[in-house]
């Protein structure tokens, strides 16, 4: 194979995708749902010590295992409660997958395709959203890469001559494999071990080579890592693994319980757009066909493992009932490796970099365009629709720009790959003040900054219908939530648990009519956080409590007015944790 040399450029390239993924990674606030519940969970985990069971607001939270809470909450010790500190762990994930993408890159294409596969999977809307975001994601993709690049090394390695005792060539890779696996389990589940095995074991019996995929060793080395903590988490819920084997993974793949579902072609569009603009690159080699041509060598086994790595998990997925674009990120990595494959052939990498710069500009042009309907067509308020044309109209000029630079640059693959990294490395940069808008729309950080003003140690505050998830983030402390079901906690398992928890002597988790109580009574100086369109709830609150503050979503009101403790009767004493 005639292979491209390293230059300047892809160096550049490397550094812009960086910047892209570290810019300004703590400047907006925590974006609930996601980010508040697993920020509270990993502050909680940090100041009990306890890195064995997730808890939010001081209930066992079995919706997700240890590892990537225990991350976060290393984090927090070294940093402190911030935003930096519980978004660093996916980063470093982030920045550990692209580091192994980049060295396999350079293992099987040279070091001019090592630089391109890490710049091509950092460059891409996916990867840059999840390495910035307090999700599981990053930290799966890692170990999903890991254990499916170790298994591919195992399959290559040359076999042990038969009737020799000695140990399988490779055997080692396999350990290592098996070990990921194991660690993406306590990251994410046993979706970390179904990625693996789906991609590897069709290429494994292409190849002949099943015994690449066992290991004795690897299998003792998966159950040594995972059995503590299984062990350790059915000791505090009694029913953890038939909530994690039945609920969070066959229920969620088979039926349309958990309200994750989509049409079965719902991932195609995000693949597409996820992985821009190398998707695009790899469509025009695709049509060429010229790639899956060559005949000989490691060219077709790369070819085969990177294509059964994208649309094997493509047909689960699409297949499942569970749908979330982040499911798709493990899969970015195969197509920045192929894109390294195609841009490092001598004969792909024209057509290849006109086709993607001619599609980014296309997509500079709609973005320009989609500026000026966006208002008509989504439920946005007014902070987020006054900062959209600030980060649409320097994003579309630079898509633009850039596209025309990646095709007039066609003949020079290292400006072309530059070219092609700018746009999207420039998200965080021109989205600035779109993200504040967006962080303050959909974060509890202003609500927090005006209920601390006037909170003291005694003061209590009570979540009535509502729970804002990075609310007990901000604040430090536990919330006391008074629900029907607990599923403002958005846990399957806690709205699936709730009377137990209702039911235990010093729970946060309070039936739906208890606030009533509380506020005629008021033992205590509480704070109560309602949702803004909860007229009944706030009616009742307007009598006994000061307003704090108002947004769109949610009201805080208090402190109510401390009763004679002598002639009313106390509420139940502070939760304490469960378990």
């Not at 974006?31 to 607001?57: C, F, I, K, Q, T």
């Not at 309907?373 to 629709?385: C, P, Q, S, T």
């Not at 009377?499 to 205590?524: H, I, K, Q, Y």
Request: net charge positive; charged share 15%.
């Amino acid at each position: 194979m005639n292979r491209l040399r390293p230059d300047r450029w892809l160096i550049a390239a490397i550094f812009v995708m960086l910047v892209g993924l570290t810019f300004r990674i703590s400047g907006y606030p925590l974006l609930d749902p996601d980010e508040g519940r697993n920020a509270e969970v990993a502050r909680e985990m940090a100041s009990s010590n306890d890195y064995v069971v997730p808890r939010l607001n001081e209930l066992p939270y079995l919706d997700k295992p240890v590892l990537y809470f225990a991350a976060g909450a290393a984090a927090i010790e070294v940093f402190g409660p911030t935003e930096f500190a519980v978004r660093l762990p996916s980063l470093l994930f982030t920045l550990a997958t692209l580091a192994l993408v980049g060295w396999f890159g350079w293992l099987s294409f040279g070091p001019a395709g090592g630089l391109i596969a890490a710049a091509a999977t950092g460059a891409t809307p996916l990867t840059l959203a999840f390495a910035r975001t307090v999700i599981f994601d990053s930290a799966l993709t890692f170990f999903v890469v890991l254990s499916i690049l170790c298994f591919f090394l195992a399959a290559e390695a040359p076999q042990r001559e038969a009737g020799t005792a000695q140990q399988r060539p490779g055997a080692w890779w396999t350990v290592v494999a098996w070990a990921a696996m194991a660690c993406g389990t306590l990251t994410k589940g046993p979706i970390a071990i179904a990625i693996p095995l789906m991609v590897i074991a069709p290429y494994l019996g292409w190849r002949r080579r099943w015994d690449a995929m066992w290991d004795l060793v690897g299998v003792l080395l998966f159950v040594a890592i995972l059995l503590p903590w299984v062990l350790a988490m059915s000791r505090v819920v009694p029913d953890f693994l038939r909530y994690v084997l039945v609920t969070e993974t066959v229920m969620r793949l088979t039926t349309d319980e958990l309200q994750r579902t989509g049409p079965v072609w719902y991932f195609l569009p995000i693949l597409v757009t996820g992985a821009f603009p190398w998707s695009v690159a790899l469509f025009a080699a695709w049509k060429e066909g010229r790639a899956l041509r060559e005949s000989s060598g490691q060219w077709d086994r790369h070819m085969m493992l990177f294509l059964l790595w994208v649309v094997v998990p493509l047909v689960f997925f699409s297949l499942s009932h569970s749908k979330r674009p982040q499911y798709l990120l493990p899969l970015i990595p195969a197509i920045g490796l192929l894109a390294a494959q195609v841009l490092t052939g001598s004969r792909m990498r024209v057509p290849t970099t006109k086709f993607a710069g001619l599609a980014l500009g296309a997509i500079g042009v709609v973005i320009l365009f989609a500026n000026l309907i966006v208002g008509r067509l989504l439920d946005l308020n007014g902070a987020v629709m006054q900062a959209i044309p600030s980060t649409a109209v320097p994003l579309g000029a630079i898509c633009i720009a850039a596209g025309a630079a990646t095709y007039a640059a066609a003949h020079r693959t290292g400006v072309a790959v530059l070219a092609l990294c700018v746009p999207i490395a420039s998200i965080p940069i021109v989205s600035s003040r779109l993200m504040d808008a967006i962080g303050s729309d959909r974060s509890a950080r202003e609500l927090s900054h005006a209920i601390e003003r006037v909170l003291t140690d005694e003061t209590d505050v009570v979540t009535v219908g509502a729970y804002p998830l990075s609310l007990p983030f901000y604040l430090r402390r536990t919330l006391i939530l008074s629900s029907t079901d607990g599923s403002e906690l958005t846990s399957n398992f806690l709205t699936r648990t709730y009377s137990r928890w209702t039911g235990l002597r010093g729970s946060p988790l309070r039936p739906a009519d208890w606030w009533l109580t509380a506020l005629a009574e008021c033992p205590r100086p509480t704070v109560f956080v309602v949702r803004s369109d909860d007229t009944r709830v706030r009616d009742a609150m307007r009598a006994r409590a000061p307003l704090i503050m108002e947004n769109r979503k949610f009201a805080a009101y208090g402190p109510c007015s401390r009763s004679d403790l002598a002639t009313r009767r106390a509420l139940p004493e502070r939760p304490e944790p469960a378990g």
